[in-house]
């Protein structure tokens, strides 16, 4: 079974960073990208960024281009956000999300791309 296994999030004041990570269970499980989605109070989920597994390139939406990063590790399963310069608007709970190995699509920042997903993260940025 698949699990991911979301940390690092927490409270930071505006202007901060931090570091949230993803980290698949299952060591034979290549997925064919990860995403990561957060959803604010009131709000529906929305995309935030993704990365292929295979050759790296990486998604961003337009609202955390330049200030946040993915990245991932191969040999530890693990998928990271890095988030910079954050926002009180960047308050959200962030879901870590992994795309079958069998299946690939073209459109990472739809949520149905996905088939595996975290129990999200809260990060909370304060003014």
């Known amino acids: 079974q698949v699990q991911l296994v979301e940390s690092g999030g927490g409270l930071v004041q505006a202007g901060g960073s931090l570091r949230v990570s993803c980290t698949v269970s299952?060591?034979?499980?290549?997925?064919?990208?990860m995403g990561w989605f957060r959803q604010a109070p009131g709000k529906e989920r929305e995309f935030v960024a993704a990365i292929r597994w295979g050759g790296g390139s990486t998604y961003y939406a337009d609202s955390v281009k330049g200030r946040f990063t993915v990245s991932r590790d191969n040999a530890k399963n693990t998928v990271y956000l890095q988030m910079n310069s954050l926002k009180p608007e960047d308050t959200a709970v962030y879901y870590c999300?992994?795309?079958?190995?069998?299946?690939?699509?073209?459109?990472?920042?739809?949520?149905?791309?996905?088939?595996?997903w975290g129990q999200g993260t809260q990060v909370t940025v304060s003014s």
């Open positions: 299952a060591r034979t499980f290549s997925p064919s990208a």
């Open positions: 999300c992994a795309a079958d190995p069998t299946y690939w699509s073209s459109n990472l920042y739809r949520e149905g791309t996905y088939h595996y």
